[in-house]
């Protein structure tokens, strides 16, 4: 193999800086966001006493966090209570490395700085992996509390994640058969070219505004709020049924780090569905140059499109409700799974007619 | 030089996780090290160039396969049971035939295992692994979807034993 080259190590190091860092401070913004923008859809004020507006308010969650008592419950495994919170975020941290979020551009030394992780041929895979060993944090949390209603939700929310990964995974499929590669660097260039309309209009040839590709683009949605177990699918906590679900047992810094990684894998998987469906790093309707200001440029756009699917998770948690667990489970495989197969299809018909 | 310490980190990793799984009391620790023992030997995929398969093997093997064993594993409930001690002769035969077994299976590995990968460009990225099945090994493909259809047909024949038709 090839020797290694230390500014592609130095590079590499400081990508993943920027992507972990940013990662990490999304949950005190989200938590603020999810707050007020709970109490704004429920015509209450939310918390603001903390500072002007709230805005510190993730400040005290966090120092409540470091202060609090850690309890472990008898019985419960040695090893795997403490573990579970780690294996639930590993896959949200480490699935952002083969997205995309910037415009590549050249360096002064005449070196491409590609602002992503880990540009590999197979990226999409990656992803699909990843999120099926995110299972693996729920139903060890689950089991390892000594607690049947956590084995309970623990169970059910893992059923659940299984079968919506196939519908995620067959609906990503559609959207990267447009591109013609699993690469999501390529999927991303091919939704910066337009569609001409008439001759004279042209739109962003961003696969959300291609006919085909409207039912993928809910089923993957969909899809994405079954994974993270987000309202209306989260059944894993339901506070009503099963306590809090394979969290209960859990307390203070343990806690926590189910808190992050659960909106940690919402900020993840924002960012796939803006990759896959809304143009990645693209801003419509201009050409950004490849320089720093176009990088800065792209990666703003994208940050703009995450924050507004953000901004939608929260806005479906407070709007729709609960779905009741076995229509979850019916929904999940008699419905979107054959639209997605169906859809393959369709997406297949278009290519070979050229229409896309 | 970087590739020899990655290797043998992970492939020290894939033993003792693969030791735990035998050796550990309790099902679903051992569930979990074998999760962790396949990523391992995803590691040991890509570093033979093969990331399509690493990715596969994850995707199927640690995330689809192990997380039904786990399923099972926390449904039955499956308590430390205690069993009666083996017999010196059990004893005996046990690790001898192991390590007879292993002993084999080391020299016929060493004689005949190709130490260096193919000459010619090979890439083995999904397009040719596509391209191949439906090609080349499209009737190995199309057996292997029908046994697959065939042990879901059993599996729903199975549990719809013993329920009453209203």
Not at chain 1, 57 to 71: G, M, N, R, Y
Not at chain 1, 80 to 107: D, E, N, Q
Not at chain 2, 79 to 97: D, L, N, S, W
Request: hydrophobic letters at 60%; aromatic letters at 14%.
């Amino acid at each position: 193999m090839a020797e290694i080259d230390k500014v592609d190590v130095a590079l590499s190091i400081l990508k993943i800086a920027i992507v972990v860092g940013a990662l990490l401070n999304v949950t005190p913004i989200m938590v603020w966001v999810e707050r007020r923008g709970s109490a704004l859809i429920q015509d209450r004020v939310g918390p603001n006493r903390v500072g002007p507006f709230g805005l510190f308010q993730s400040l005290a969650d966090a120092a409540k966090f470091f202060l609090k008592e850690d309890i472990v419950p008898l019985g419960a495994h040695k090893w795997l209570y403490s573990l579970a919170p780690m294996f639930g975020l590993i896959p949200a941290l480490t699935t952002i490395a083969v997205v995309p979020w910037g415009r590549p551009f050249p360096l002064r030394s005449g070196r491409i700085f590609e602002p992503i992780v880990a540009d590999v041929n197979v990226g999409i895979l990656l992803i699909f992996a990843l999120a099926s060993l995110s299972v693996y944090g729920i139903v060890t949390a689950g089991w390892a509390s000594n607690n049947k209603y956590s084995l309970f939700g623990g169970i059910r929310s893992s059923a659940q994640m299984i079968s919506y990964e196939l519908a995620m995974t067959l609906a990503a499929i559609s959207a990267l058969m447009v591109a013609g590669s699993l690469r999501l660097t390529d999927v991303v260039w091919k939704q910066t070219g337009y569609f001409v309309l008439f001759d004279t209009i042209k739109i962003p040839a961003w696969n959300i505004l291609s006919p085909a590709m409207w039912i993928p683009c809910i089923v993957f949605t969909v899809a994405a709020f079954a994974e993270t177990n987000r309202l209306p699918f989260d059944f894993a906590e339901a506070e009503a049924e099963l306590v809090a679900g394979y969290h209960t047992e859990y307390s203070s810094m343990k806690f926590a780090l189910f808190f992050m990684s659960e909106y940690i894998a919402m900020a993840t998987v924002s960012a796939l569905i803006t990759t896959l469906f809304l143009g990645g790093w693209d801003i419509p309707w201009y050409n950004e140059p490849a320089t720093f200001l176009g990088f800065l440029l792209s990666a703003a756009a994208f940050t703009i499109k995450v924050g507004i699917l953000m901004l939608i998770f929260v806005w479906v948690r407070w709007t729709i409700p609960r779905l009741k667990y076995d229509i979850l489970m019916r929904v999940g495989w008699k419905v979107f799974l054959p639209l997605a197969v169906i859809n393959i299809l369709l997406v297949a018909l278009f290519i070979a007619k050229e229409w896309i | 030089m970087i590739e020899y310490a990655v290797f043998f980190f992970f492939a020290a990793i894939a033993v003792i996780f693969a030791l735990v799984v035998i050796l550990h009391r309790n099902p679903v620790v051992g569930a979990l090290s074998l999760v962790a023992s396949f990523f391992a030997l995803a590691v040991m995929y890509v570093l033979l160039d093969a990331p399509f398969l690493a990715a596969l093997q994850v995707i199927v093997y640690a995330g689809a396969i192990m997380v039904l064993f786990l399923f099972v594993i926390m449904l039955l409930n499956l308590q430390k049971q205690a069993e009666e001690p083996t017999r010196p002769v059990q004893q005996f035969v046990g690790y001898a035939g192991s390590a007879a077994f292993g002993i084999a299976l080391v020299y016929y590995l060493s004689k005949y295992v190709v130490l260096e990968l193919p000459a010619s460009p090979f890439v083995a990225d999904a397009r040719t692994v596509g391209v191949a099945l439906f090609e080349s090994y499209i009737f190995p493909f199309e057996m292997v979807s029908i046994l697959l259809l065939a042990a879901i047909v059993g599996a729903l024949v199975l549990s719809g034993r013993g329920v009453q038709t209203s």
